[in-house]
């Protein structure tokens, strides 16, 4: 079966502090993995998506990154905060299907 | 391009059925998807369907896919409280294999 894990679960840093979200799955190997954020009331926003280790692609500029040193382990990060980036994180993984299986999430407040 | 959209809101009383609508414009998606959020916690699958079928039906769920209009619906029958999420609809386009379009959620607030 397929799990997504996800730590913390929630986290307040301050403005300009670095951030490390770190997401692990279970399933079969070579899963693609999806990192997304939801503002408050809003959709999923598309952050980082990688189909193998080390292969990363972004969708929109910021100021965020995403690295894969494994195949199980997707990771978020920033140098620094800024207040925008507030928000709810989703790890997701697609493994052999078609459907998406997503973490608990981590809920982030930058003040 | 490609874009979901959903309707932000949607309140029912207990017992009686919610109907969730969404509109894509891929017209090549090969699969779609509901997906409930409940609060704090990630997304769950629900349902999905095959674009070369009509309908599914899964207990409560009902899902309808009207092809030629774009439109997909979920139709939650003898809707109760534990109901109450975020009920997202999404699509895997055949152009873009490793993605999945979200909208922006459809909250249902289920009345006692």
């Known amino acids: 079966s397929q799990t997504i894990h996800q730590w913390p679960a929630t986290l307040v840093q301050p403005v300009g502090s670095p951030l490390s979200l770190e997401c692990t799955v279970e399933?079969?190997?070579?899963?693609?993995l999806y990192w997304y954020r939801q503002a408050a009331g809003r959709g999923l926003q598309l952050l980082f998506y990688s189909v193998g280790i080390g292969q990363i692609s972004s969708e929109v500029p910021q100021n965020l990154s995403a690295s894969r040193p494994q195949d199980r382990q997707f990771i978020l990060s920033s140098k620094k905060l800024l207040l925008s980036d507030s928000g709810f994180y989703l790890c997701?993984?697609?493994?052999?299907?078609?459907?998406?299986?997503f973490g608990p999430g981590t809920r982030l407040t930058v003040l | 391009g490609e874009d979901v959209e959903q309707s932000l809101f949607l309140s029912v009383r207990e017992g009686d059925s919610s109907v969730i609508n969404c509109t894509y414009t891929?017209?090549?998606?090969?699969?779609l998807y509901w997906y409930k959020q409940e609060p704090g916690a990630g997304l769950q699958l629900l349902t999905y369907?095959?674009?070369?079928?009509d309908m599914k039906q899964d207990q409560r769920l009902t899902v309808l896919l009207n092809k030629k209009d774009k439109h997909l619906s979920l139709r939650i029958a003898d809707t109760q409280t534990g109901d109450s999420a975020i009920y997202f609809c999404?699509?895997?386009?055949?152009?873009?294999?490793?993605?999945?379009?979200f909208g922006a959620g459809t909250r249902l607030f289920v009345k006692a």
């Open positions: 399933g079969t190997s070579n899963p693609n």
């Open positions: 891929d017209s090549s998606s090969t699969y």
């Open positions: 997701a993984g697609k493994f052999e299907g078609t459907e998406q299986f």
């Open positions: 369907i095959f674009s070369n079928m």
């Open positions: 999404a699509e895997s386009p055949n152009t873009g294999g490793f993605k999945t379009i």
